[in-house]
């Protein structure tokens, strides 16, 4: 398998000196955009610019998460051996890119379609999007299993969340120009954004398959692996403890953050009045998740990463209780509380996929070897019917403001309360799964 030594590897800086690392960072970044906007505004853009129910756009979403989770699982299995080396991962990921961008762009194309249609075309569509997204995503997932030594690895994973940090910047700097307006308005606007991202993806994507193909500077060896031979795993088996444990605490972490930034629109159009503190908010939990990164990636080389685990996971909590308090006192404080939230929260994710890496080629009771597309297939349909479920809860927020009793005035809280209390639970749940974790 093609891995890099973690022994005396490079440092925090020195992973982007290695033009291999520097394209998958970028690749990262535009497949995040993806994937980010359809965390922050699909949602939105269902009820909002499309004129579904609350109820039936959760449906929507939720559905094509879980139809998404189970294609993770087989493509996983599936790309065993396949993408067992960096360049084959990086060439399939291509591939994936033109395919998902393509449907991203049928999916958004809903506000366009007559009223009566855009139900089942949103259904369809969305389902379209997440079969071809599990191709684009799980091999560049996987090639952070395919990186020797825990250090390394969490560099690496940290570098991912970097990119993942400032494509979340970007959408959520973007996103005022979605929030209110004229229906039409709102739904040519989504049409030209999924044009953008579906460009930037396939040329993103382009450039790390080029620089895999290359040898990146020796950072790849194209050895083949144990994998390519077929020694991976078949289904079904039981999941080591370590993989179990990760598995567990990603699912929790991951359906009550989605929570929130689902919500996060609706509470920036509902709450605040001012476009430009709408734009504050959304970005400030973005830079918190993206500055959070080189702290923690600094605490992990100094004191350990379970330290560091440890203290975002305190942090999220933090961030999370400090946003139901100040949450309606205005954008100032909401930008504080928002930002130890993001801090935390991308702590926390980082870790865990540092830690989902370190499972590759553990046995489980079969005594087969998992290999990197079945660990990262797994770990993002765990990821993907937690956001399924998280999809679901918004809708329901969604319903009971719809249905609140005329003349009865919806609270901030009622908005407030579900984004912030589920994402310091979750947080809370990872502190408690941290011992069990292989984070050092």
């Given at each position: 398998?093609?891995r890099?030594d973690g022994n005396?590897?490079?440092?925090?800086?020195a992973?982007?000196?290695?033009p291999?690392?520097r394209?998958y960072?970028?690749?990262h970044y535009?497949k995040?955009?993806?994937?980010y906007?359809s965390?922050?505004l699909f949602?939105?853009?269902?009820?909002?610019?499309?004129?579904l129910?609350?109820?039936a756009?959760g449906g929507v979403?939720?559905?094509s998460l879980?139809?998404?989770?189970?294609t993770?699982?087989?493509?996983?299995?599936?790309l065993?051996i396949r993408?067992?080396t960096?360049?084959?991962a990086a060439?399939?990921?291509?591939r994936?890119?033109?395919?998902?961008?393509?449907a991203?762009l049928?999916?958004l194309s809903?506000?366009?379609i007559?009223?009566?249609?855009?139900l089942?075309?949103?259904?369809?569509?969305?389902?379209?999007?997440?079969?071809?997204?599990a191709?684009?995503?799980?091999p560049q997932?996987a090639?952070?299993?395919?990186v020797a030594?825990?250090?390394?690895?969490t560099?690496?994973?940290a570098l991912?969340?970097?990119g993942a940090?400032?494509?979340?910047l970007t959408?959520?700097?973007m996103?005022?120009?979605f929030?209110?307006?004229?229906?039409a308005d709102?739904?040519v606007a989504?049409w030209?954004?999924?044009?953008?991202l579906w460009?930037l993806?396939?040329?993103?994507?382009?450039?790390?398959?080029?620089?895999?193909?290359a040898?990146?500077n020796?950072a790849v060896?194209?050895i083949?692996?144990?994998?390519?031979?077929?020694a991976?795993p078949?289904w079904?088996m039981?999941f080591p403890?370590g993989?179990a444990?990760?598995l567990?605490?990603?699912f929790v972490?991951s359906?009550?953050?989605?929570?929130?930034?689902?919500?996060?629109p609706?509470f920036?159009a509902?709450?605040l009045q001012s476009?430009?503190?709408r734009?504050?908010?959304?970005?400030?939990?973005?830079?918190?998740?993206l500055?959070?990164?080189?702290v923690?990636?600094v605490?992990?080389e100094r004191r350990?990463?379970a330290?560091?685990?440890?203290g975002a996971?305190a942090?999220?909590m933090?961030g999370g209780?400090?946003?139901l308090?100040l949450g309606?006192?205005?954008?100032a404080?909401i930008?504080m509380?928002?930002?130890?939230?993001?801090?935390?929260?991308?702590?926390?994710?980082m870790l865990?996929?540092?830690a989902?890496g370190?499972?590759?080629?553990t046995?489980?009771?079969?005594g087969?070897?998992?290999?990197?597309?079945?660990?990262?297939?797994l770990?993002?349909f765990c990821?993907k019917?937690a956001?399924?479920v998280a999809v679901?809860?918004?809708?329901?927020v969604?319903?009971?403001r719809e249905?609140a009793?005329g003349?009865?005035?919806?609270?901030?809280v009622?908005l407030?309360?579900?984004?912030?209390?589920?994402?310091?639970?979750?947080?809370?749940?990872?502190?408690?799964?941290?011992?069990r974790?292989?984070?050092?």
């Open positions: 398998m093609a890099m005396g590897g490079p440092g925090w800086v992973v982007l000196r290695v291999l690392w394209a960072a970028l690749g535009c995040s955009l993806i994937w906007s965390e922050l949602a939105y853009f269902l009820t909002e610019a499309c004129g129910a609350p109820r756009m979403l939720a559905f879980v139809v998404n989770g189970a993770d699982l087989v493509i996983g299995h599936a065993r993408a067992a960096v360049p084959a060439s399939l990921h291509f994936g890119s033109v395919l998902a961008g393509a991203l049928l999916f809903t506000g366009l007559p009223p009566g249609w855009r089942a075309y949103a259904l369809g569509t969305g389902l379209l999007f997440r079969l071809a997204y191709l684009y995503d799980v997932n090639v952070l299993g395919m030594g825990d250090g390394l690895r560099r690496l994973s991912r969340f970097v940090g400032l494509a979340t959408i959520a700097g996103a005022p120009v929030l209110g307006g004229d229906m709102q739904a989504f030209v954004f999924a044009l953008v460009g993806g396939v040329i993103s994507a382009a450039g790390f398959r080029r620089v895999a193909r040898g990146g020796g060896a194209g083949p692996s144990a994998f390519e031979k077929g991976a078949v079904p039981r403890v993989l444990t990760v567990v605490a990603e972490l359906g009550s953050a989605s929570v929130f930034t689902r919500l996060e609706y920036a509902s709450v476009p430009m503190a734009g504050t908010v959304m970005v400030t939990v973005a830079i918190g998740g500055a959070g990164q080189a923690w990636a605490v992990a350990g990463p330290v560091a685990f440890r996971a942090v999220a933090a209780l400090a946003f308090l309606d006192r205005g954008a404080w930008a509380a928002g930002g130890f939230l993001g801090a935390g929260l991308g702590g926390v994710s865990l996929w540092a989902a370190a499972c590759v080629g046995t489980g009771v079969s087969h070897r998992w290999a990197p597309t079945q660990v990262f297939g770990l993002t990821i019917v956001c399924a679901l809860v918004v809708g329901e969604l319903a009971w249905g009793p003349g009865m005035v919806v609270p901030p009622a407030i309360a579900p984004m912030t209390l589920l994402p310091a639970l979750g947080a809370t749940v990872c502190l408690a799964l941290a011992s974790l292989r984070l050092s």
